[in-house]
């Protein structure tokens, strides 16, 4: 089975709401450069923290993209994806950290509970409306919470 997570990954917080930043590279030379535009981040969000000049949040494409631009997330093929179920579940897929699973990349589920709760996971393309072919409760890979 093919290694689809890179080698070497560090995540760190920044500024003074504790953002996280995560770079992920192949080699230790690519590292090292990652850490160097990490730094490079984290004194322009302090020096924006220092000058307090709000500025909008990005939204999370915008982000994604920016960590694409900048070499720290590997573009997601296809792009970032939503779908709905029949019972009005959220469904994205694309998403970079959502992790994989033996189908392929996982999806992000977006619902309710029966009491009302909303809650997020990350599930089997084979359990989700991105489901090619029959419905198999088989070939569906156990759910994956994201950490608290």
Not at 31 to 53: N, P, S, W, Y
Request: proline share 5%; charged share 25%.
């Amino acid at each position: 089975m093919a290694m689809t997570e890179a080698p070497f990954s560090l995540t760190i917080k920044v500024g003074p709401k504790g953002e996280l930043l995560t770079c992920r590279a192949e080699t230790a030379a690519d590292m090292k450069a990652r850490v160097a535009d990490l730094r490079d981040i984290e004194q322009t969000l302090l020096q924006g923290t220092l000058q307090e000049q709000p500025q909008a949040a990005p939204t999370v494409e915008q982000a994604v993209q920016n960590l694409q631009d900048a070499g720290m997330v590997a573009a997601p093929s296809g792009g970032i994806e939503q779908r709905q179920d029949r019972f009005n579940n959220d469904y994205t897929r694309g998403v970079p950290d959502a992790g994989t699973c033996i189908h392929g990349g996982r999806i992000v589920k977006n619902a309710t509970n029966k009491s009302g709760k909303r809650y997020k996971a990350y599930v089997c393309v084979n359990d989700s409306p991105f489901r090619e072919g029959k419905y198999d409760a088989n070939a569906i890979c156990e759910i994956a919470w994201p950490a608290k």
